[in-house]
């Protein structure tokens, strides 16, 4: 499947009006996975608390458990071993195009594990400033999480000059970067070239901190890029050196400049990032005409205010790409409306750069309606310990707990001890240590064998993803007042625009719930279902691999429905493609499973199943389909 997928991956990605196109100018979407805790580790994905929330704070307890020299040892296998070349071959084999590459700006300077920097590149000095720091002078401390800020407000005094600068007569500083790191990155480049996944290049940790919280490695809980000229000329210098150095690579699809700019708690600084951005595009095409820009916008890369004047009649490049993100909300259309708009309005493509750490099912939701809506999109993220949630899980080393405790203020474990928990991890990071879970990625891409829940039709609008059999709209009322009726309940509050019938399955809830951080499975009382009527349908697309064995008839398609008919009298029939039917009796006043098998042409790819009720009124709460051949198992609850 990968390889057909991935004939798409050819030459520059650029903009097109609102779409992407390679380099025979063929639409593209990009369906992609983040390198989340590579080279820049968050401490969430380590099992870690608060005490070891970011790098510098996970560095600081290394080292002191173990030693500096040991310490510098461990980062450089990590860095080394974390994402292999295994890894890569793997994206690509799951049928994915694309990775995201999150780079702490530490881990390029040297100001972090490893000692100093053995490359210099040029710093631009802001226009109030004359020489820039070095890495040697900065310190490392802590503090803060991304979901609870306790910010002190910054003096006016403290923050510099932010005027861009005249880039034709600045004078320029040695800003220090690692060669063996950025070898790193020509390694991964390397590979992704080799199995043809496009890599995009993200500063997910700009010098100084674009948040200010634990997720940029932020020294002091401040986003210094917008405080501190310095800070922001050595971010401008970073991409100026990125850009020469891959300006003719043409696997990379481009250049996230920033992640996640600026909670709504700094939302004061919001007028600094664009015109920061326009120094980094500056930069940027002083070197590479070519590559695409990738802007995020501010609060999480959730609000595009900022971008109102960056696409009028002096826009802020040719090339662009818009990026949001998403989590713990509603996959409806509903959700990404102002993105769609903003896309409309602009003539910009845009990206849902960053969004999982969800359980599986709100992944069929939420990653077919990017498709359907024709976003690329990138999932968050490939590989974490002791996860359900990822399609890597990397397994937790016995002691573990240990370390936590410690961080927590417990007992200091003995180096000996240390060095085997540590050492353990390394081992077990490496792709065919990890638990690998292929139903994660078959959520994301739809493939079968997969659950779907109901109320994750398609999501191209009435008339292709759904119908109804009556001009009547479905109306919608209390459950409290109409306790037998078949009409959605008013608080559900979900794909409101489609006039669809969607209901909870058993509860007394007043709205739908998609926050499942950490993967946990619905339970029975948020589960939302699907009530139909006579002649009213939805479609179900899935994407079908050509592996498997092959016979001169069609091959089976399991298909398991968990259903109920309301009246004791349906009827629903399931036709595959516009071609197989199957019909199923529902008489059942009692969620049931019901199943029967399809025939399904040979041709893998994208297939249809359309549900479409015949007689009574039915509620659906899932979908399950896989092969006939393969074992799927079934969840009843």
Sequence with gaps: MSAIRNEEVYGFVKADGPR???GRGEPILLRGVGFGSWLLPEGYMWRFPEGGDRPRRIEAMIESLVGSEEANLFWATYYDRYIAEEDIAKIAEEGFNSVRVPINARFLTGEGPGGSAEAHVEVAAGPNETKSKTSAQVEATSSTDRASPNIDSLEEDSIRNRDAPDHESETRAPLGLREDRLVLLDRVIGWCREHRLYVILDLHGA???QTGTNIDDSEQDRPELFTDEIRAREAVAIWRTLAERYKDEWIVAGYDLLNEPLPDWFSNYNDRVMPLYKEMIAAIREADERHMIILEGVHWSTDWSIFENAFGEDPVDS?????????????????????LDFRDRWNVPIFMGEGGENNKDWYTGAFRMFDDHDISWNFWTWKKMDTTNSPCSIRKPVGWPLLVDYLQGGEKPEPAVARTILWEYLDNMALERCDYQPEVARALLRRAPLRIPAVFYGYKGEGTSFGFGSAERP???NRAAAESASTAQAGVQFRVSDGTRIAFVQSDRETATFAHGGGEEWELDQWLCMEMTVGDWFVYDFERSSEGKRTDEDPKLDVALRLQSIDGNGKLRLALNDGSTV????????????QTVC???HSAGTQSLRLTCLEGKIRVMWVNIGDADESLRLNAD
């Design 20 to 22: 992407l196109v390679n």
């Design 207 to 209: 010098p100084g901190g």
């Design 319 to 339: 090339n662009v790409l818009l990026q949001f993100h998403k989590y713990w909300n509603n996959p409806d259309t509903e959700s990404i409306a102002k993105y």
């Design 475 to 477: 109306t919608f009322v």
């Design 583 to 594: 019909t199923l009796d529902v008489q059942e006043t009692d969620w049931h499973t019901g």
């Design 599 to 601: 025939r399904v042409a």
